[in-house]
């Protein structure tokens, strides 16, 4: 079962313009990580938020993290068409035999 | 590059069939992962090693077996095949044994079961 929800499903955007993804949770976590995958390859880590954390900052992306809604976003500013992808959180939660759980993706689209 | 490699990339083989897909981990990682990715189930985790022991185990079904060997790397064995085995599969790896570190991913090995 997916641990972690994104929200939308799809999101379609100018290039130039932010890129606002959801990802909702259900349990206590140790941390959510954001992951990205261009289509039909691997899928590459952009960043790990521990659940001490409220924000992270990385190149053009901004993660938030709120422990009390079990939700966080992935912003990424000034998009570019190379962000074109499929973008996951993960969640890494609070239980003795915790694995990762990757959510189903949100496929963002950037129109050049 | 992840580091990460699978082989092979592409598998195409028939229904009750067993195939073989390889994982080598990056240099110094001790865990591997092995995650399923299809269209309608989205990214499935099978099973976890670390270290040669198996760490934890996920949707896997009694068909499928995995192992990882003192080099590290590891097998994951698919046996009697179904049509709806067809899916991505990668391989990750980490250098914990928790979800606590970043993981990374091969590029995969897509089976086609005809």
């Known amino acids: 079962s997916q641990q972690g929800e994104e929200d939308p499903q799809a999101l379609s955007i100018q290039e130039g313009e932010n890129a606002t993804m959801n990802c909702s949770y259900k349990t206590s976590i140790n941390n959510l990580q954001w992951y990205r995958q261009n289509s039909g390859r691997g899928l590459v880590h952009l960043i790990l938020i521990r659940s001490n954390e409220r924000e992270k900052h990385s190149g053009r992306l901004r993660v938030t993290l709120d422990t009390s809604k079990k939700s966080s976003s992935l912003l990424i500013t000034a998009s570019r068409a190379a962000d074109t992808a499929s973008y996951f959180c993960a969640t890494d939660a609070s239980t003795a035999n915790s694995k990762l759980t990757f959510g189903k993706g949100i496929t963002l689209s950037v129109r050049p | ?114």
């Open chain 2, 1 to 114: 590059d992840s580091g990460v490699t699978q082989t092979p990339k592409h598998l195409i083989t028939a229904t009750g069939q067993r195939v073989t897909l390889r994982c080598s981990p990056r240099s110094g990682d001790l865990s591997v992962y092995w995650y399923q990715q299809s269209l309608d189930q989205g990214l499935q985790f099978l099973i976890q090693y670390y270290n040669g022991e198996e760490r934890a185990k996920g949707n896997i079904l009694e068909r499928f077996s995995a192992q990882q060997f003192p080099d590290l790397h590891s097998e994951l064995n698919l046996s009697s095949l179904e049509l709806g085995d067809s899916a991505l599969y990668f391989c990750a790896s980490s250098a914990g044994d928790r979800g606590r570190s970043p993981l990374h991913f091969g590029n995969g090995t897509r089976l086609t079961v005809t």
